[in-house]
């Protein structure tokens, strides 16, 4: 198994451009996250998603979107890029199990917006 | 304040010291799961814990669930440990699953 794989490790963005990071994962994990992560912060949800089809705002969703039409994917966009989008991203999937439950991250991405 | 309170927030040892870092909760929590975060930015799962105790070769995470409280203890430290620790406290809500971060302890072993 691969893991979580997400796609691109850095990217810089001018003020205004879109972008999507790429998120899939091959563990058949139903439960699956976008995190930011800002120096000093704890991971911040921005959205999370319980299955094909069915997504959900996190705590801080705004400037973002996200879909997830099969269970392997989960891709996060950013529409209009801002300065205050720069941050590391990280792309999760849960382990499902009373015993065993386990999260597992992708490599995270590193955006920053000029 | 923030539900889930890690400290110390920096932590620097000596090779072949014994470790401890806490994790205190607020909220009511399912599960406790203990992260590290790599130089390089990669995070991996340590532990999922729920009540008790577990062991995984020289690392232990406690919890106490009356008190809201975690420990992570690291024996015979070592510097390929040095690495953010976070804490997530599994947070269920509505019926789904919700993760409430710690800040994350940076742990410095020195050869």
């Known amino acids: 198994n691969a893991g979580v794989t997400q796609t691109p490790k850095f990217r810089i963005l001018k003020i205004g451009q879109s972008m999507t990071l790429q998120c899939t994962q091959d563990?058949?994990?139903?439960?699956m996250y976008w995190y930011r992560q800002d120096p000093g912060m704890g991971l911040k949800l921005i959205y999370y998603?319980?299955?094909?089809?069915?997504?959900d705002k996190g705590e801080v969703p705004n400037g973002y979107n996200v879909s997830r039409s099969t269970t392997e994917d989960f891709p996060l966009r950013l529409e209009l890029a801002a300065p205050s989008q720069t941050s590391v991203y990280f792309c999760?999937?849960?382990?499902?199990?009373?015993?065993?439950?386990?999260?597992?991250f992708g490599s995270g991405t590193q955006l920053s917006v000029l | 304040k923030n539900e889930v309170e890690q400290s110390p927030q920096n932590l620097t040892a000596q090779e072949g010291e014994f470790i401890t870092i806490n994790c205190s909760y607020s909220v009511g929590i399912s599960a406790l799961h203990w992260l590290q975060q790599h130089p390089g930015g990669g995070i991996v799962s340590l532990f999922m814990l729920s009540s008790g105790k577990k062991k995984h070769g020289r690392l232990i995470a406690t919890i106490n669930i009356q008190e809201k409280h975690s420990s992570l203890h690291i024996t015979a430290s070592h510097p390929r440990d040095s690495a953010v620790y976070i804490c997530?406290?599994?947070?269920?809500?509505?019926?789904?699953?919700?993760?409430?971060f710690g800040t994350g302890t940076r742990l410095k072993v020195l050869a």
């Open positions: 563990m058949n994990h139903n439960y």
């Open positions: 998603s319980v299955g094909a089809g069915i997504t």
């Open positions: 997530a406290a599994h947070h269920p809500t509505s019926g789904t699953y919700k993760y409430i």
């Open positions: 999760a999937s849960r382990q499902q199990g009373y015993l065993n439950e386990k999260l597992f």
